[in-house]
């Protein structure tokens, strides 16, 4: 089974700030991918980023990339240059080929707030 | 291009009584899933459709939980004699699935708004 374990339940960061959001799973399949999903209050699910348990390079998609220690099994967000559209809850999940239908496994997400 | 689309987008019943949810995906997308996001239980996965291929139903919470995929396009989800426990926002994600070799835990979700069921 897949576990996703965010440990940060709210996060402030000034603007213009790069912040860093936690992201550790457990598995024991050894192919898997990593996302990042972003949810305003508006409550749509916005994919950020993707990372894959054979990607040598850490991955990045504009303000974000994703932090990717394979050893430590961790997979942390960093945003850079926050600004106030940030805000939002952010959620870590992992899809593998164990998992049957791919489906995907949740934290419990990180609440980022975003000081002018 | 559009997205994934949902409706309704709220929906407020009593207890015991059934309700439809709708799910349109993305135009070409094969692989259709539900979950279900509440407070207490974060986001869970209910159901998953591919293709023609018998629908994976492991994450559906009880027999009054049931789903269909008409023609691998829309798909509806039914709940028959709601409880207060079923309160929640239902999201639908689709993904392409691309064929030949390339590993299928790689492929994007993409969700829909939501449907927010309030049951009294």
């Known amino acids: 089974a897949q576990k996703i374990t965010q440990t940060q339940p709210g996060m402030f960061v000034q603007e213009k700030e790069a912040v860093t959001l936690d992201c550790t799973y457990d598995t024991s399949d050894q192919s898997y991918g990593l996302f990042w999903y972003k949810q305003p209050s508006s409550g749509e699910m916005i994919f950020l980023i993707y990372?894959?348990?054979?990607?040598?390079q850490n991955a990045t998609e504009g303000r974000y990339s994703l932090n990717f220690q394979k050893a430590r099994k961790s997979a942390n967000l960093v945003i850079s240059a926050s600004q106030l559209g940030d805000s939002a809850m952010y959620f870590c999940?992992?899809?593998?080929?164990?998992?049957?239908?791919?489906?995907?496994?949740f934290g419990k997400g990180t609440k980022l707030s975003v000081i002018p | 291009g559009a997205g994934v689309s949902q409706s309704p987008s709220n929906k407020v019943t009593e207890k015991g009584k059934d309700v439809e949810l709708r799910c349109d995906p993305i135009?070409?997308?094969?692989?259709l899933y539900w979950y279900r996001q509440s407070l207490g239980q974060g986001l869970e996965f209910l159901i998953y459709f591919q293709g023609n291929s018998a629908p994976d139903k492991s994450g559906l919470p009880s027999d009054r939980f049931s789903a269909e995929r008409t023609g691998g396009s829309v798909s509806t989800l039914t709940i028959q004699r709601t409880q207060q426990e079923d309160s929640a926002v239902y999201l639908c994600a689709t993904s392409v699935i691309a064929g030949g070799n390339q590993d299928l835990f790689t492929d994007t979700q993409y969700f829909g708004p939501g449907t927010r069921l309030t049951v009294l």
């Open positions: 135009s070409g997308h094969t692989a």
């Open positions: 999940a992992m899809s593998s080929s164990g998992a049957g239908s791919y489906q995907l496994t």
């Open positions: 990372q894959g348990s054979y990607d040598e």
